[in-house]
């Protein structure tokens, strides 16, 4: 069965450091989507992409994140310069086409920034 | 805006079943997922319901009223192995339908 995969599965940066995570989506899929999740917290959206554009974002996607969808296969998530609070796991999910609803998660990725 | 609530934990008995409450607001409705996630790892899609009724997949059970903002998971037989956090989301119409908002899960434990 085709799966999201994510990687690294644990990444440890310092503070003000830029760190880049990578997805790789069910490979006929259409959406992208990004959520962290803090320790003990709710999932929370990111910012969702098709088309090759953000389709939208929430307030946590500040200026210090970008995505981007480099070749017909990888789905990064870059943060600029990592603050305390940006430690979470980090999951990339994708979806197929119209008519096709249900987002399949990755395995995350647990960002701890020192 | 957006709000979903859904019990903070719950508890039941190996082989009893239990059901699981969600209430949403949101002003576009456009679909309610019912997720599993285990500590520690990614959320595992269990139902998806945008009709009112009853959706049935074998021990599982996703119930949808929109008229009231309420779903249920229904969860038979229970195993050890299905205590886990529940999530409920939603998604909005109004966001470009692409916008998927998480409750904060509900905690199951499952005792024997």
């Known amino acids: 069965e085709p799966e999201v995969t994510q990687t690294p599965s644990h990444q440890v940066t310092q503070m003000g450091q830029e760190v880049i995570l990578r997805c790789v989506p069910i490979?006929?899929?259409?959406?992208f989507y990004w959520y962290r999740q803090i320790l003990g917290q709710k999932v929370e959206f990111l910012v969702s992409?098709?088309?090759?554009?953000?389709?939208?974002k929430s307030e946590i996607f500040d200026d210090q994140f970008s995505v981007e969808r480099p070749d017909g296969s990888n789905f990064t998530l870059k943060i600029r310069s990592t603050k305390l609070e940006d430690s979470a796991m980090y999951f990339c999910?994708?979806?197929?086409?119209?008519?096709?609803?249900?987002?399949?998660f990755g395995p995350g990725t647990r960002l701890t920034v020192l | 805006g957006q709000n979903i609530d859904q019990p903070t934990e719950m508890t039941a008995t190996e082989g009893a079943i239990v059901q699981i409450n969600c209430t949403y607001q949101?002003?576009?409705?456009?679909?309610l997922f019912w997720y599993q996630q285990h500590a520690g790892e990614a959320p595992t899609f269990l139902s998806y319901?945008?009709?009112?009724g009853l959706e049935e997949k074998g021990r599982f059970s996703s119930f949808l009223s929109r008229s009231k903002g309420y779903s249920y998971l229904l969860l038979k037989e229970l195993q050890m192995k299905d205590s886990a956090s529940y999530l409920c989301?939603?998604?909005?119409?109004?966001?470009?339908?692409?916008?998927?908002?998480f409750g904060a899960g509900t905690r199951l434990f499952v005792k024997a």
């Open positions: 490979s006929n899929h259409l959406y």
């Open positions: 949101t002003s576009g409705f456009n679909g």
């Open positions: 989301a939603v998604r909005d119409i109004n966001t470009g339908g692409f916008k998927t908002i």
């Open positions: 992409f098709y088309n090759n554009e953000i389709s939208e």
């Open positions: 319901n945008v009709l009112d």
């Open positions: 999910a994708s979806r197929g086409g119209t008519g096709t609803d249900t987002q399949y």
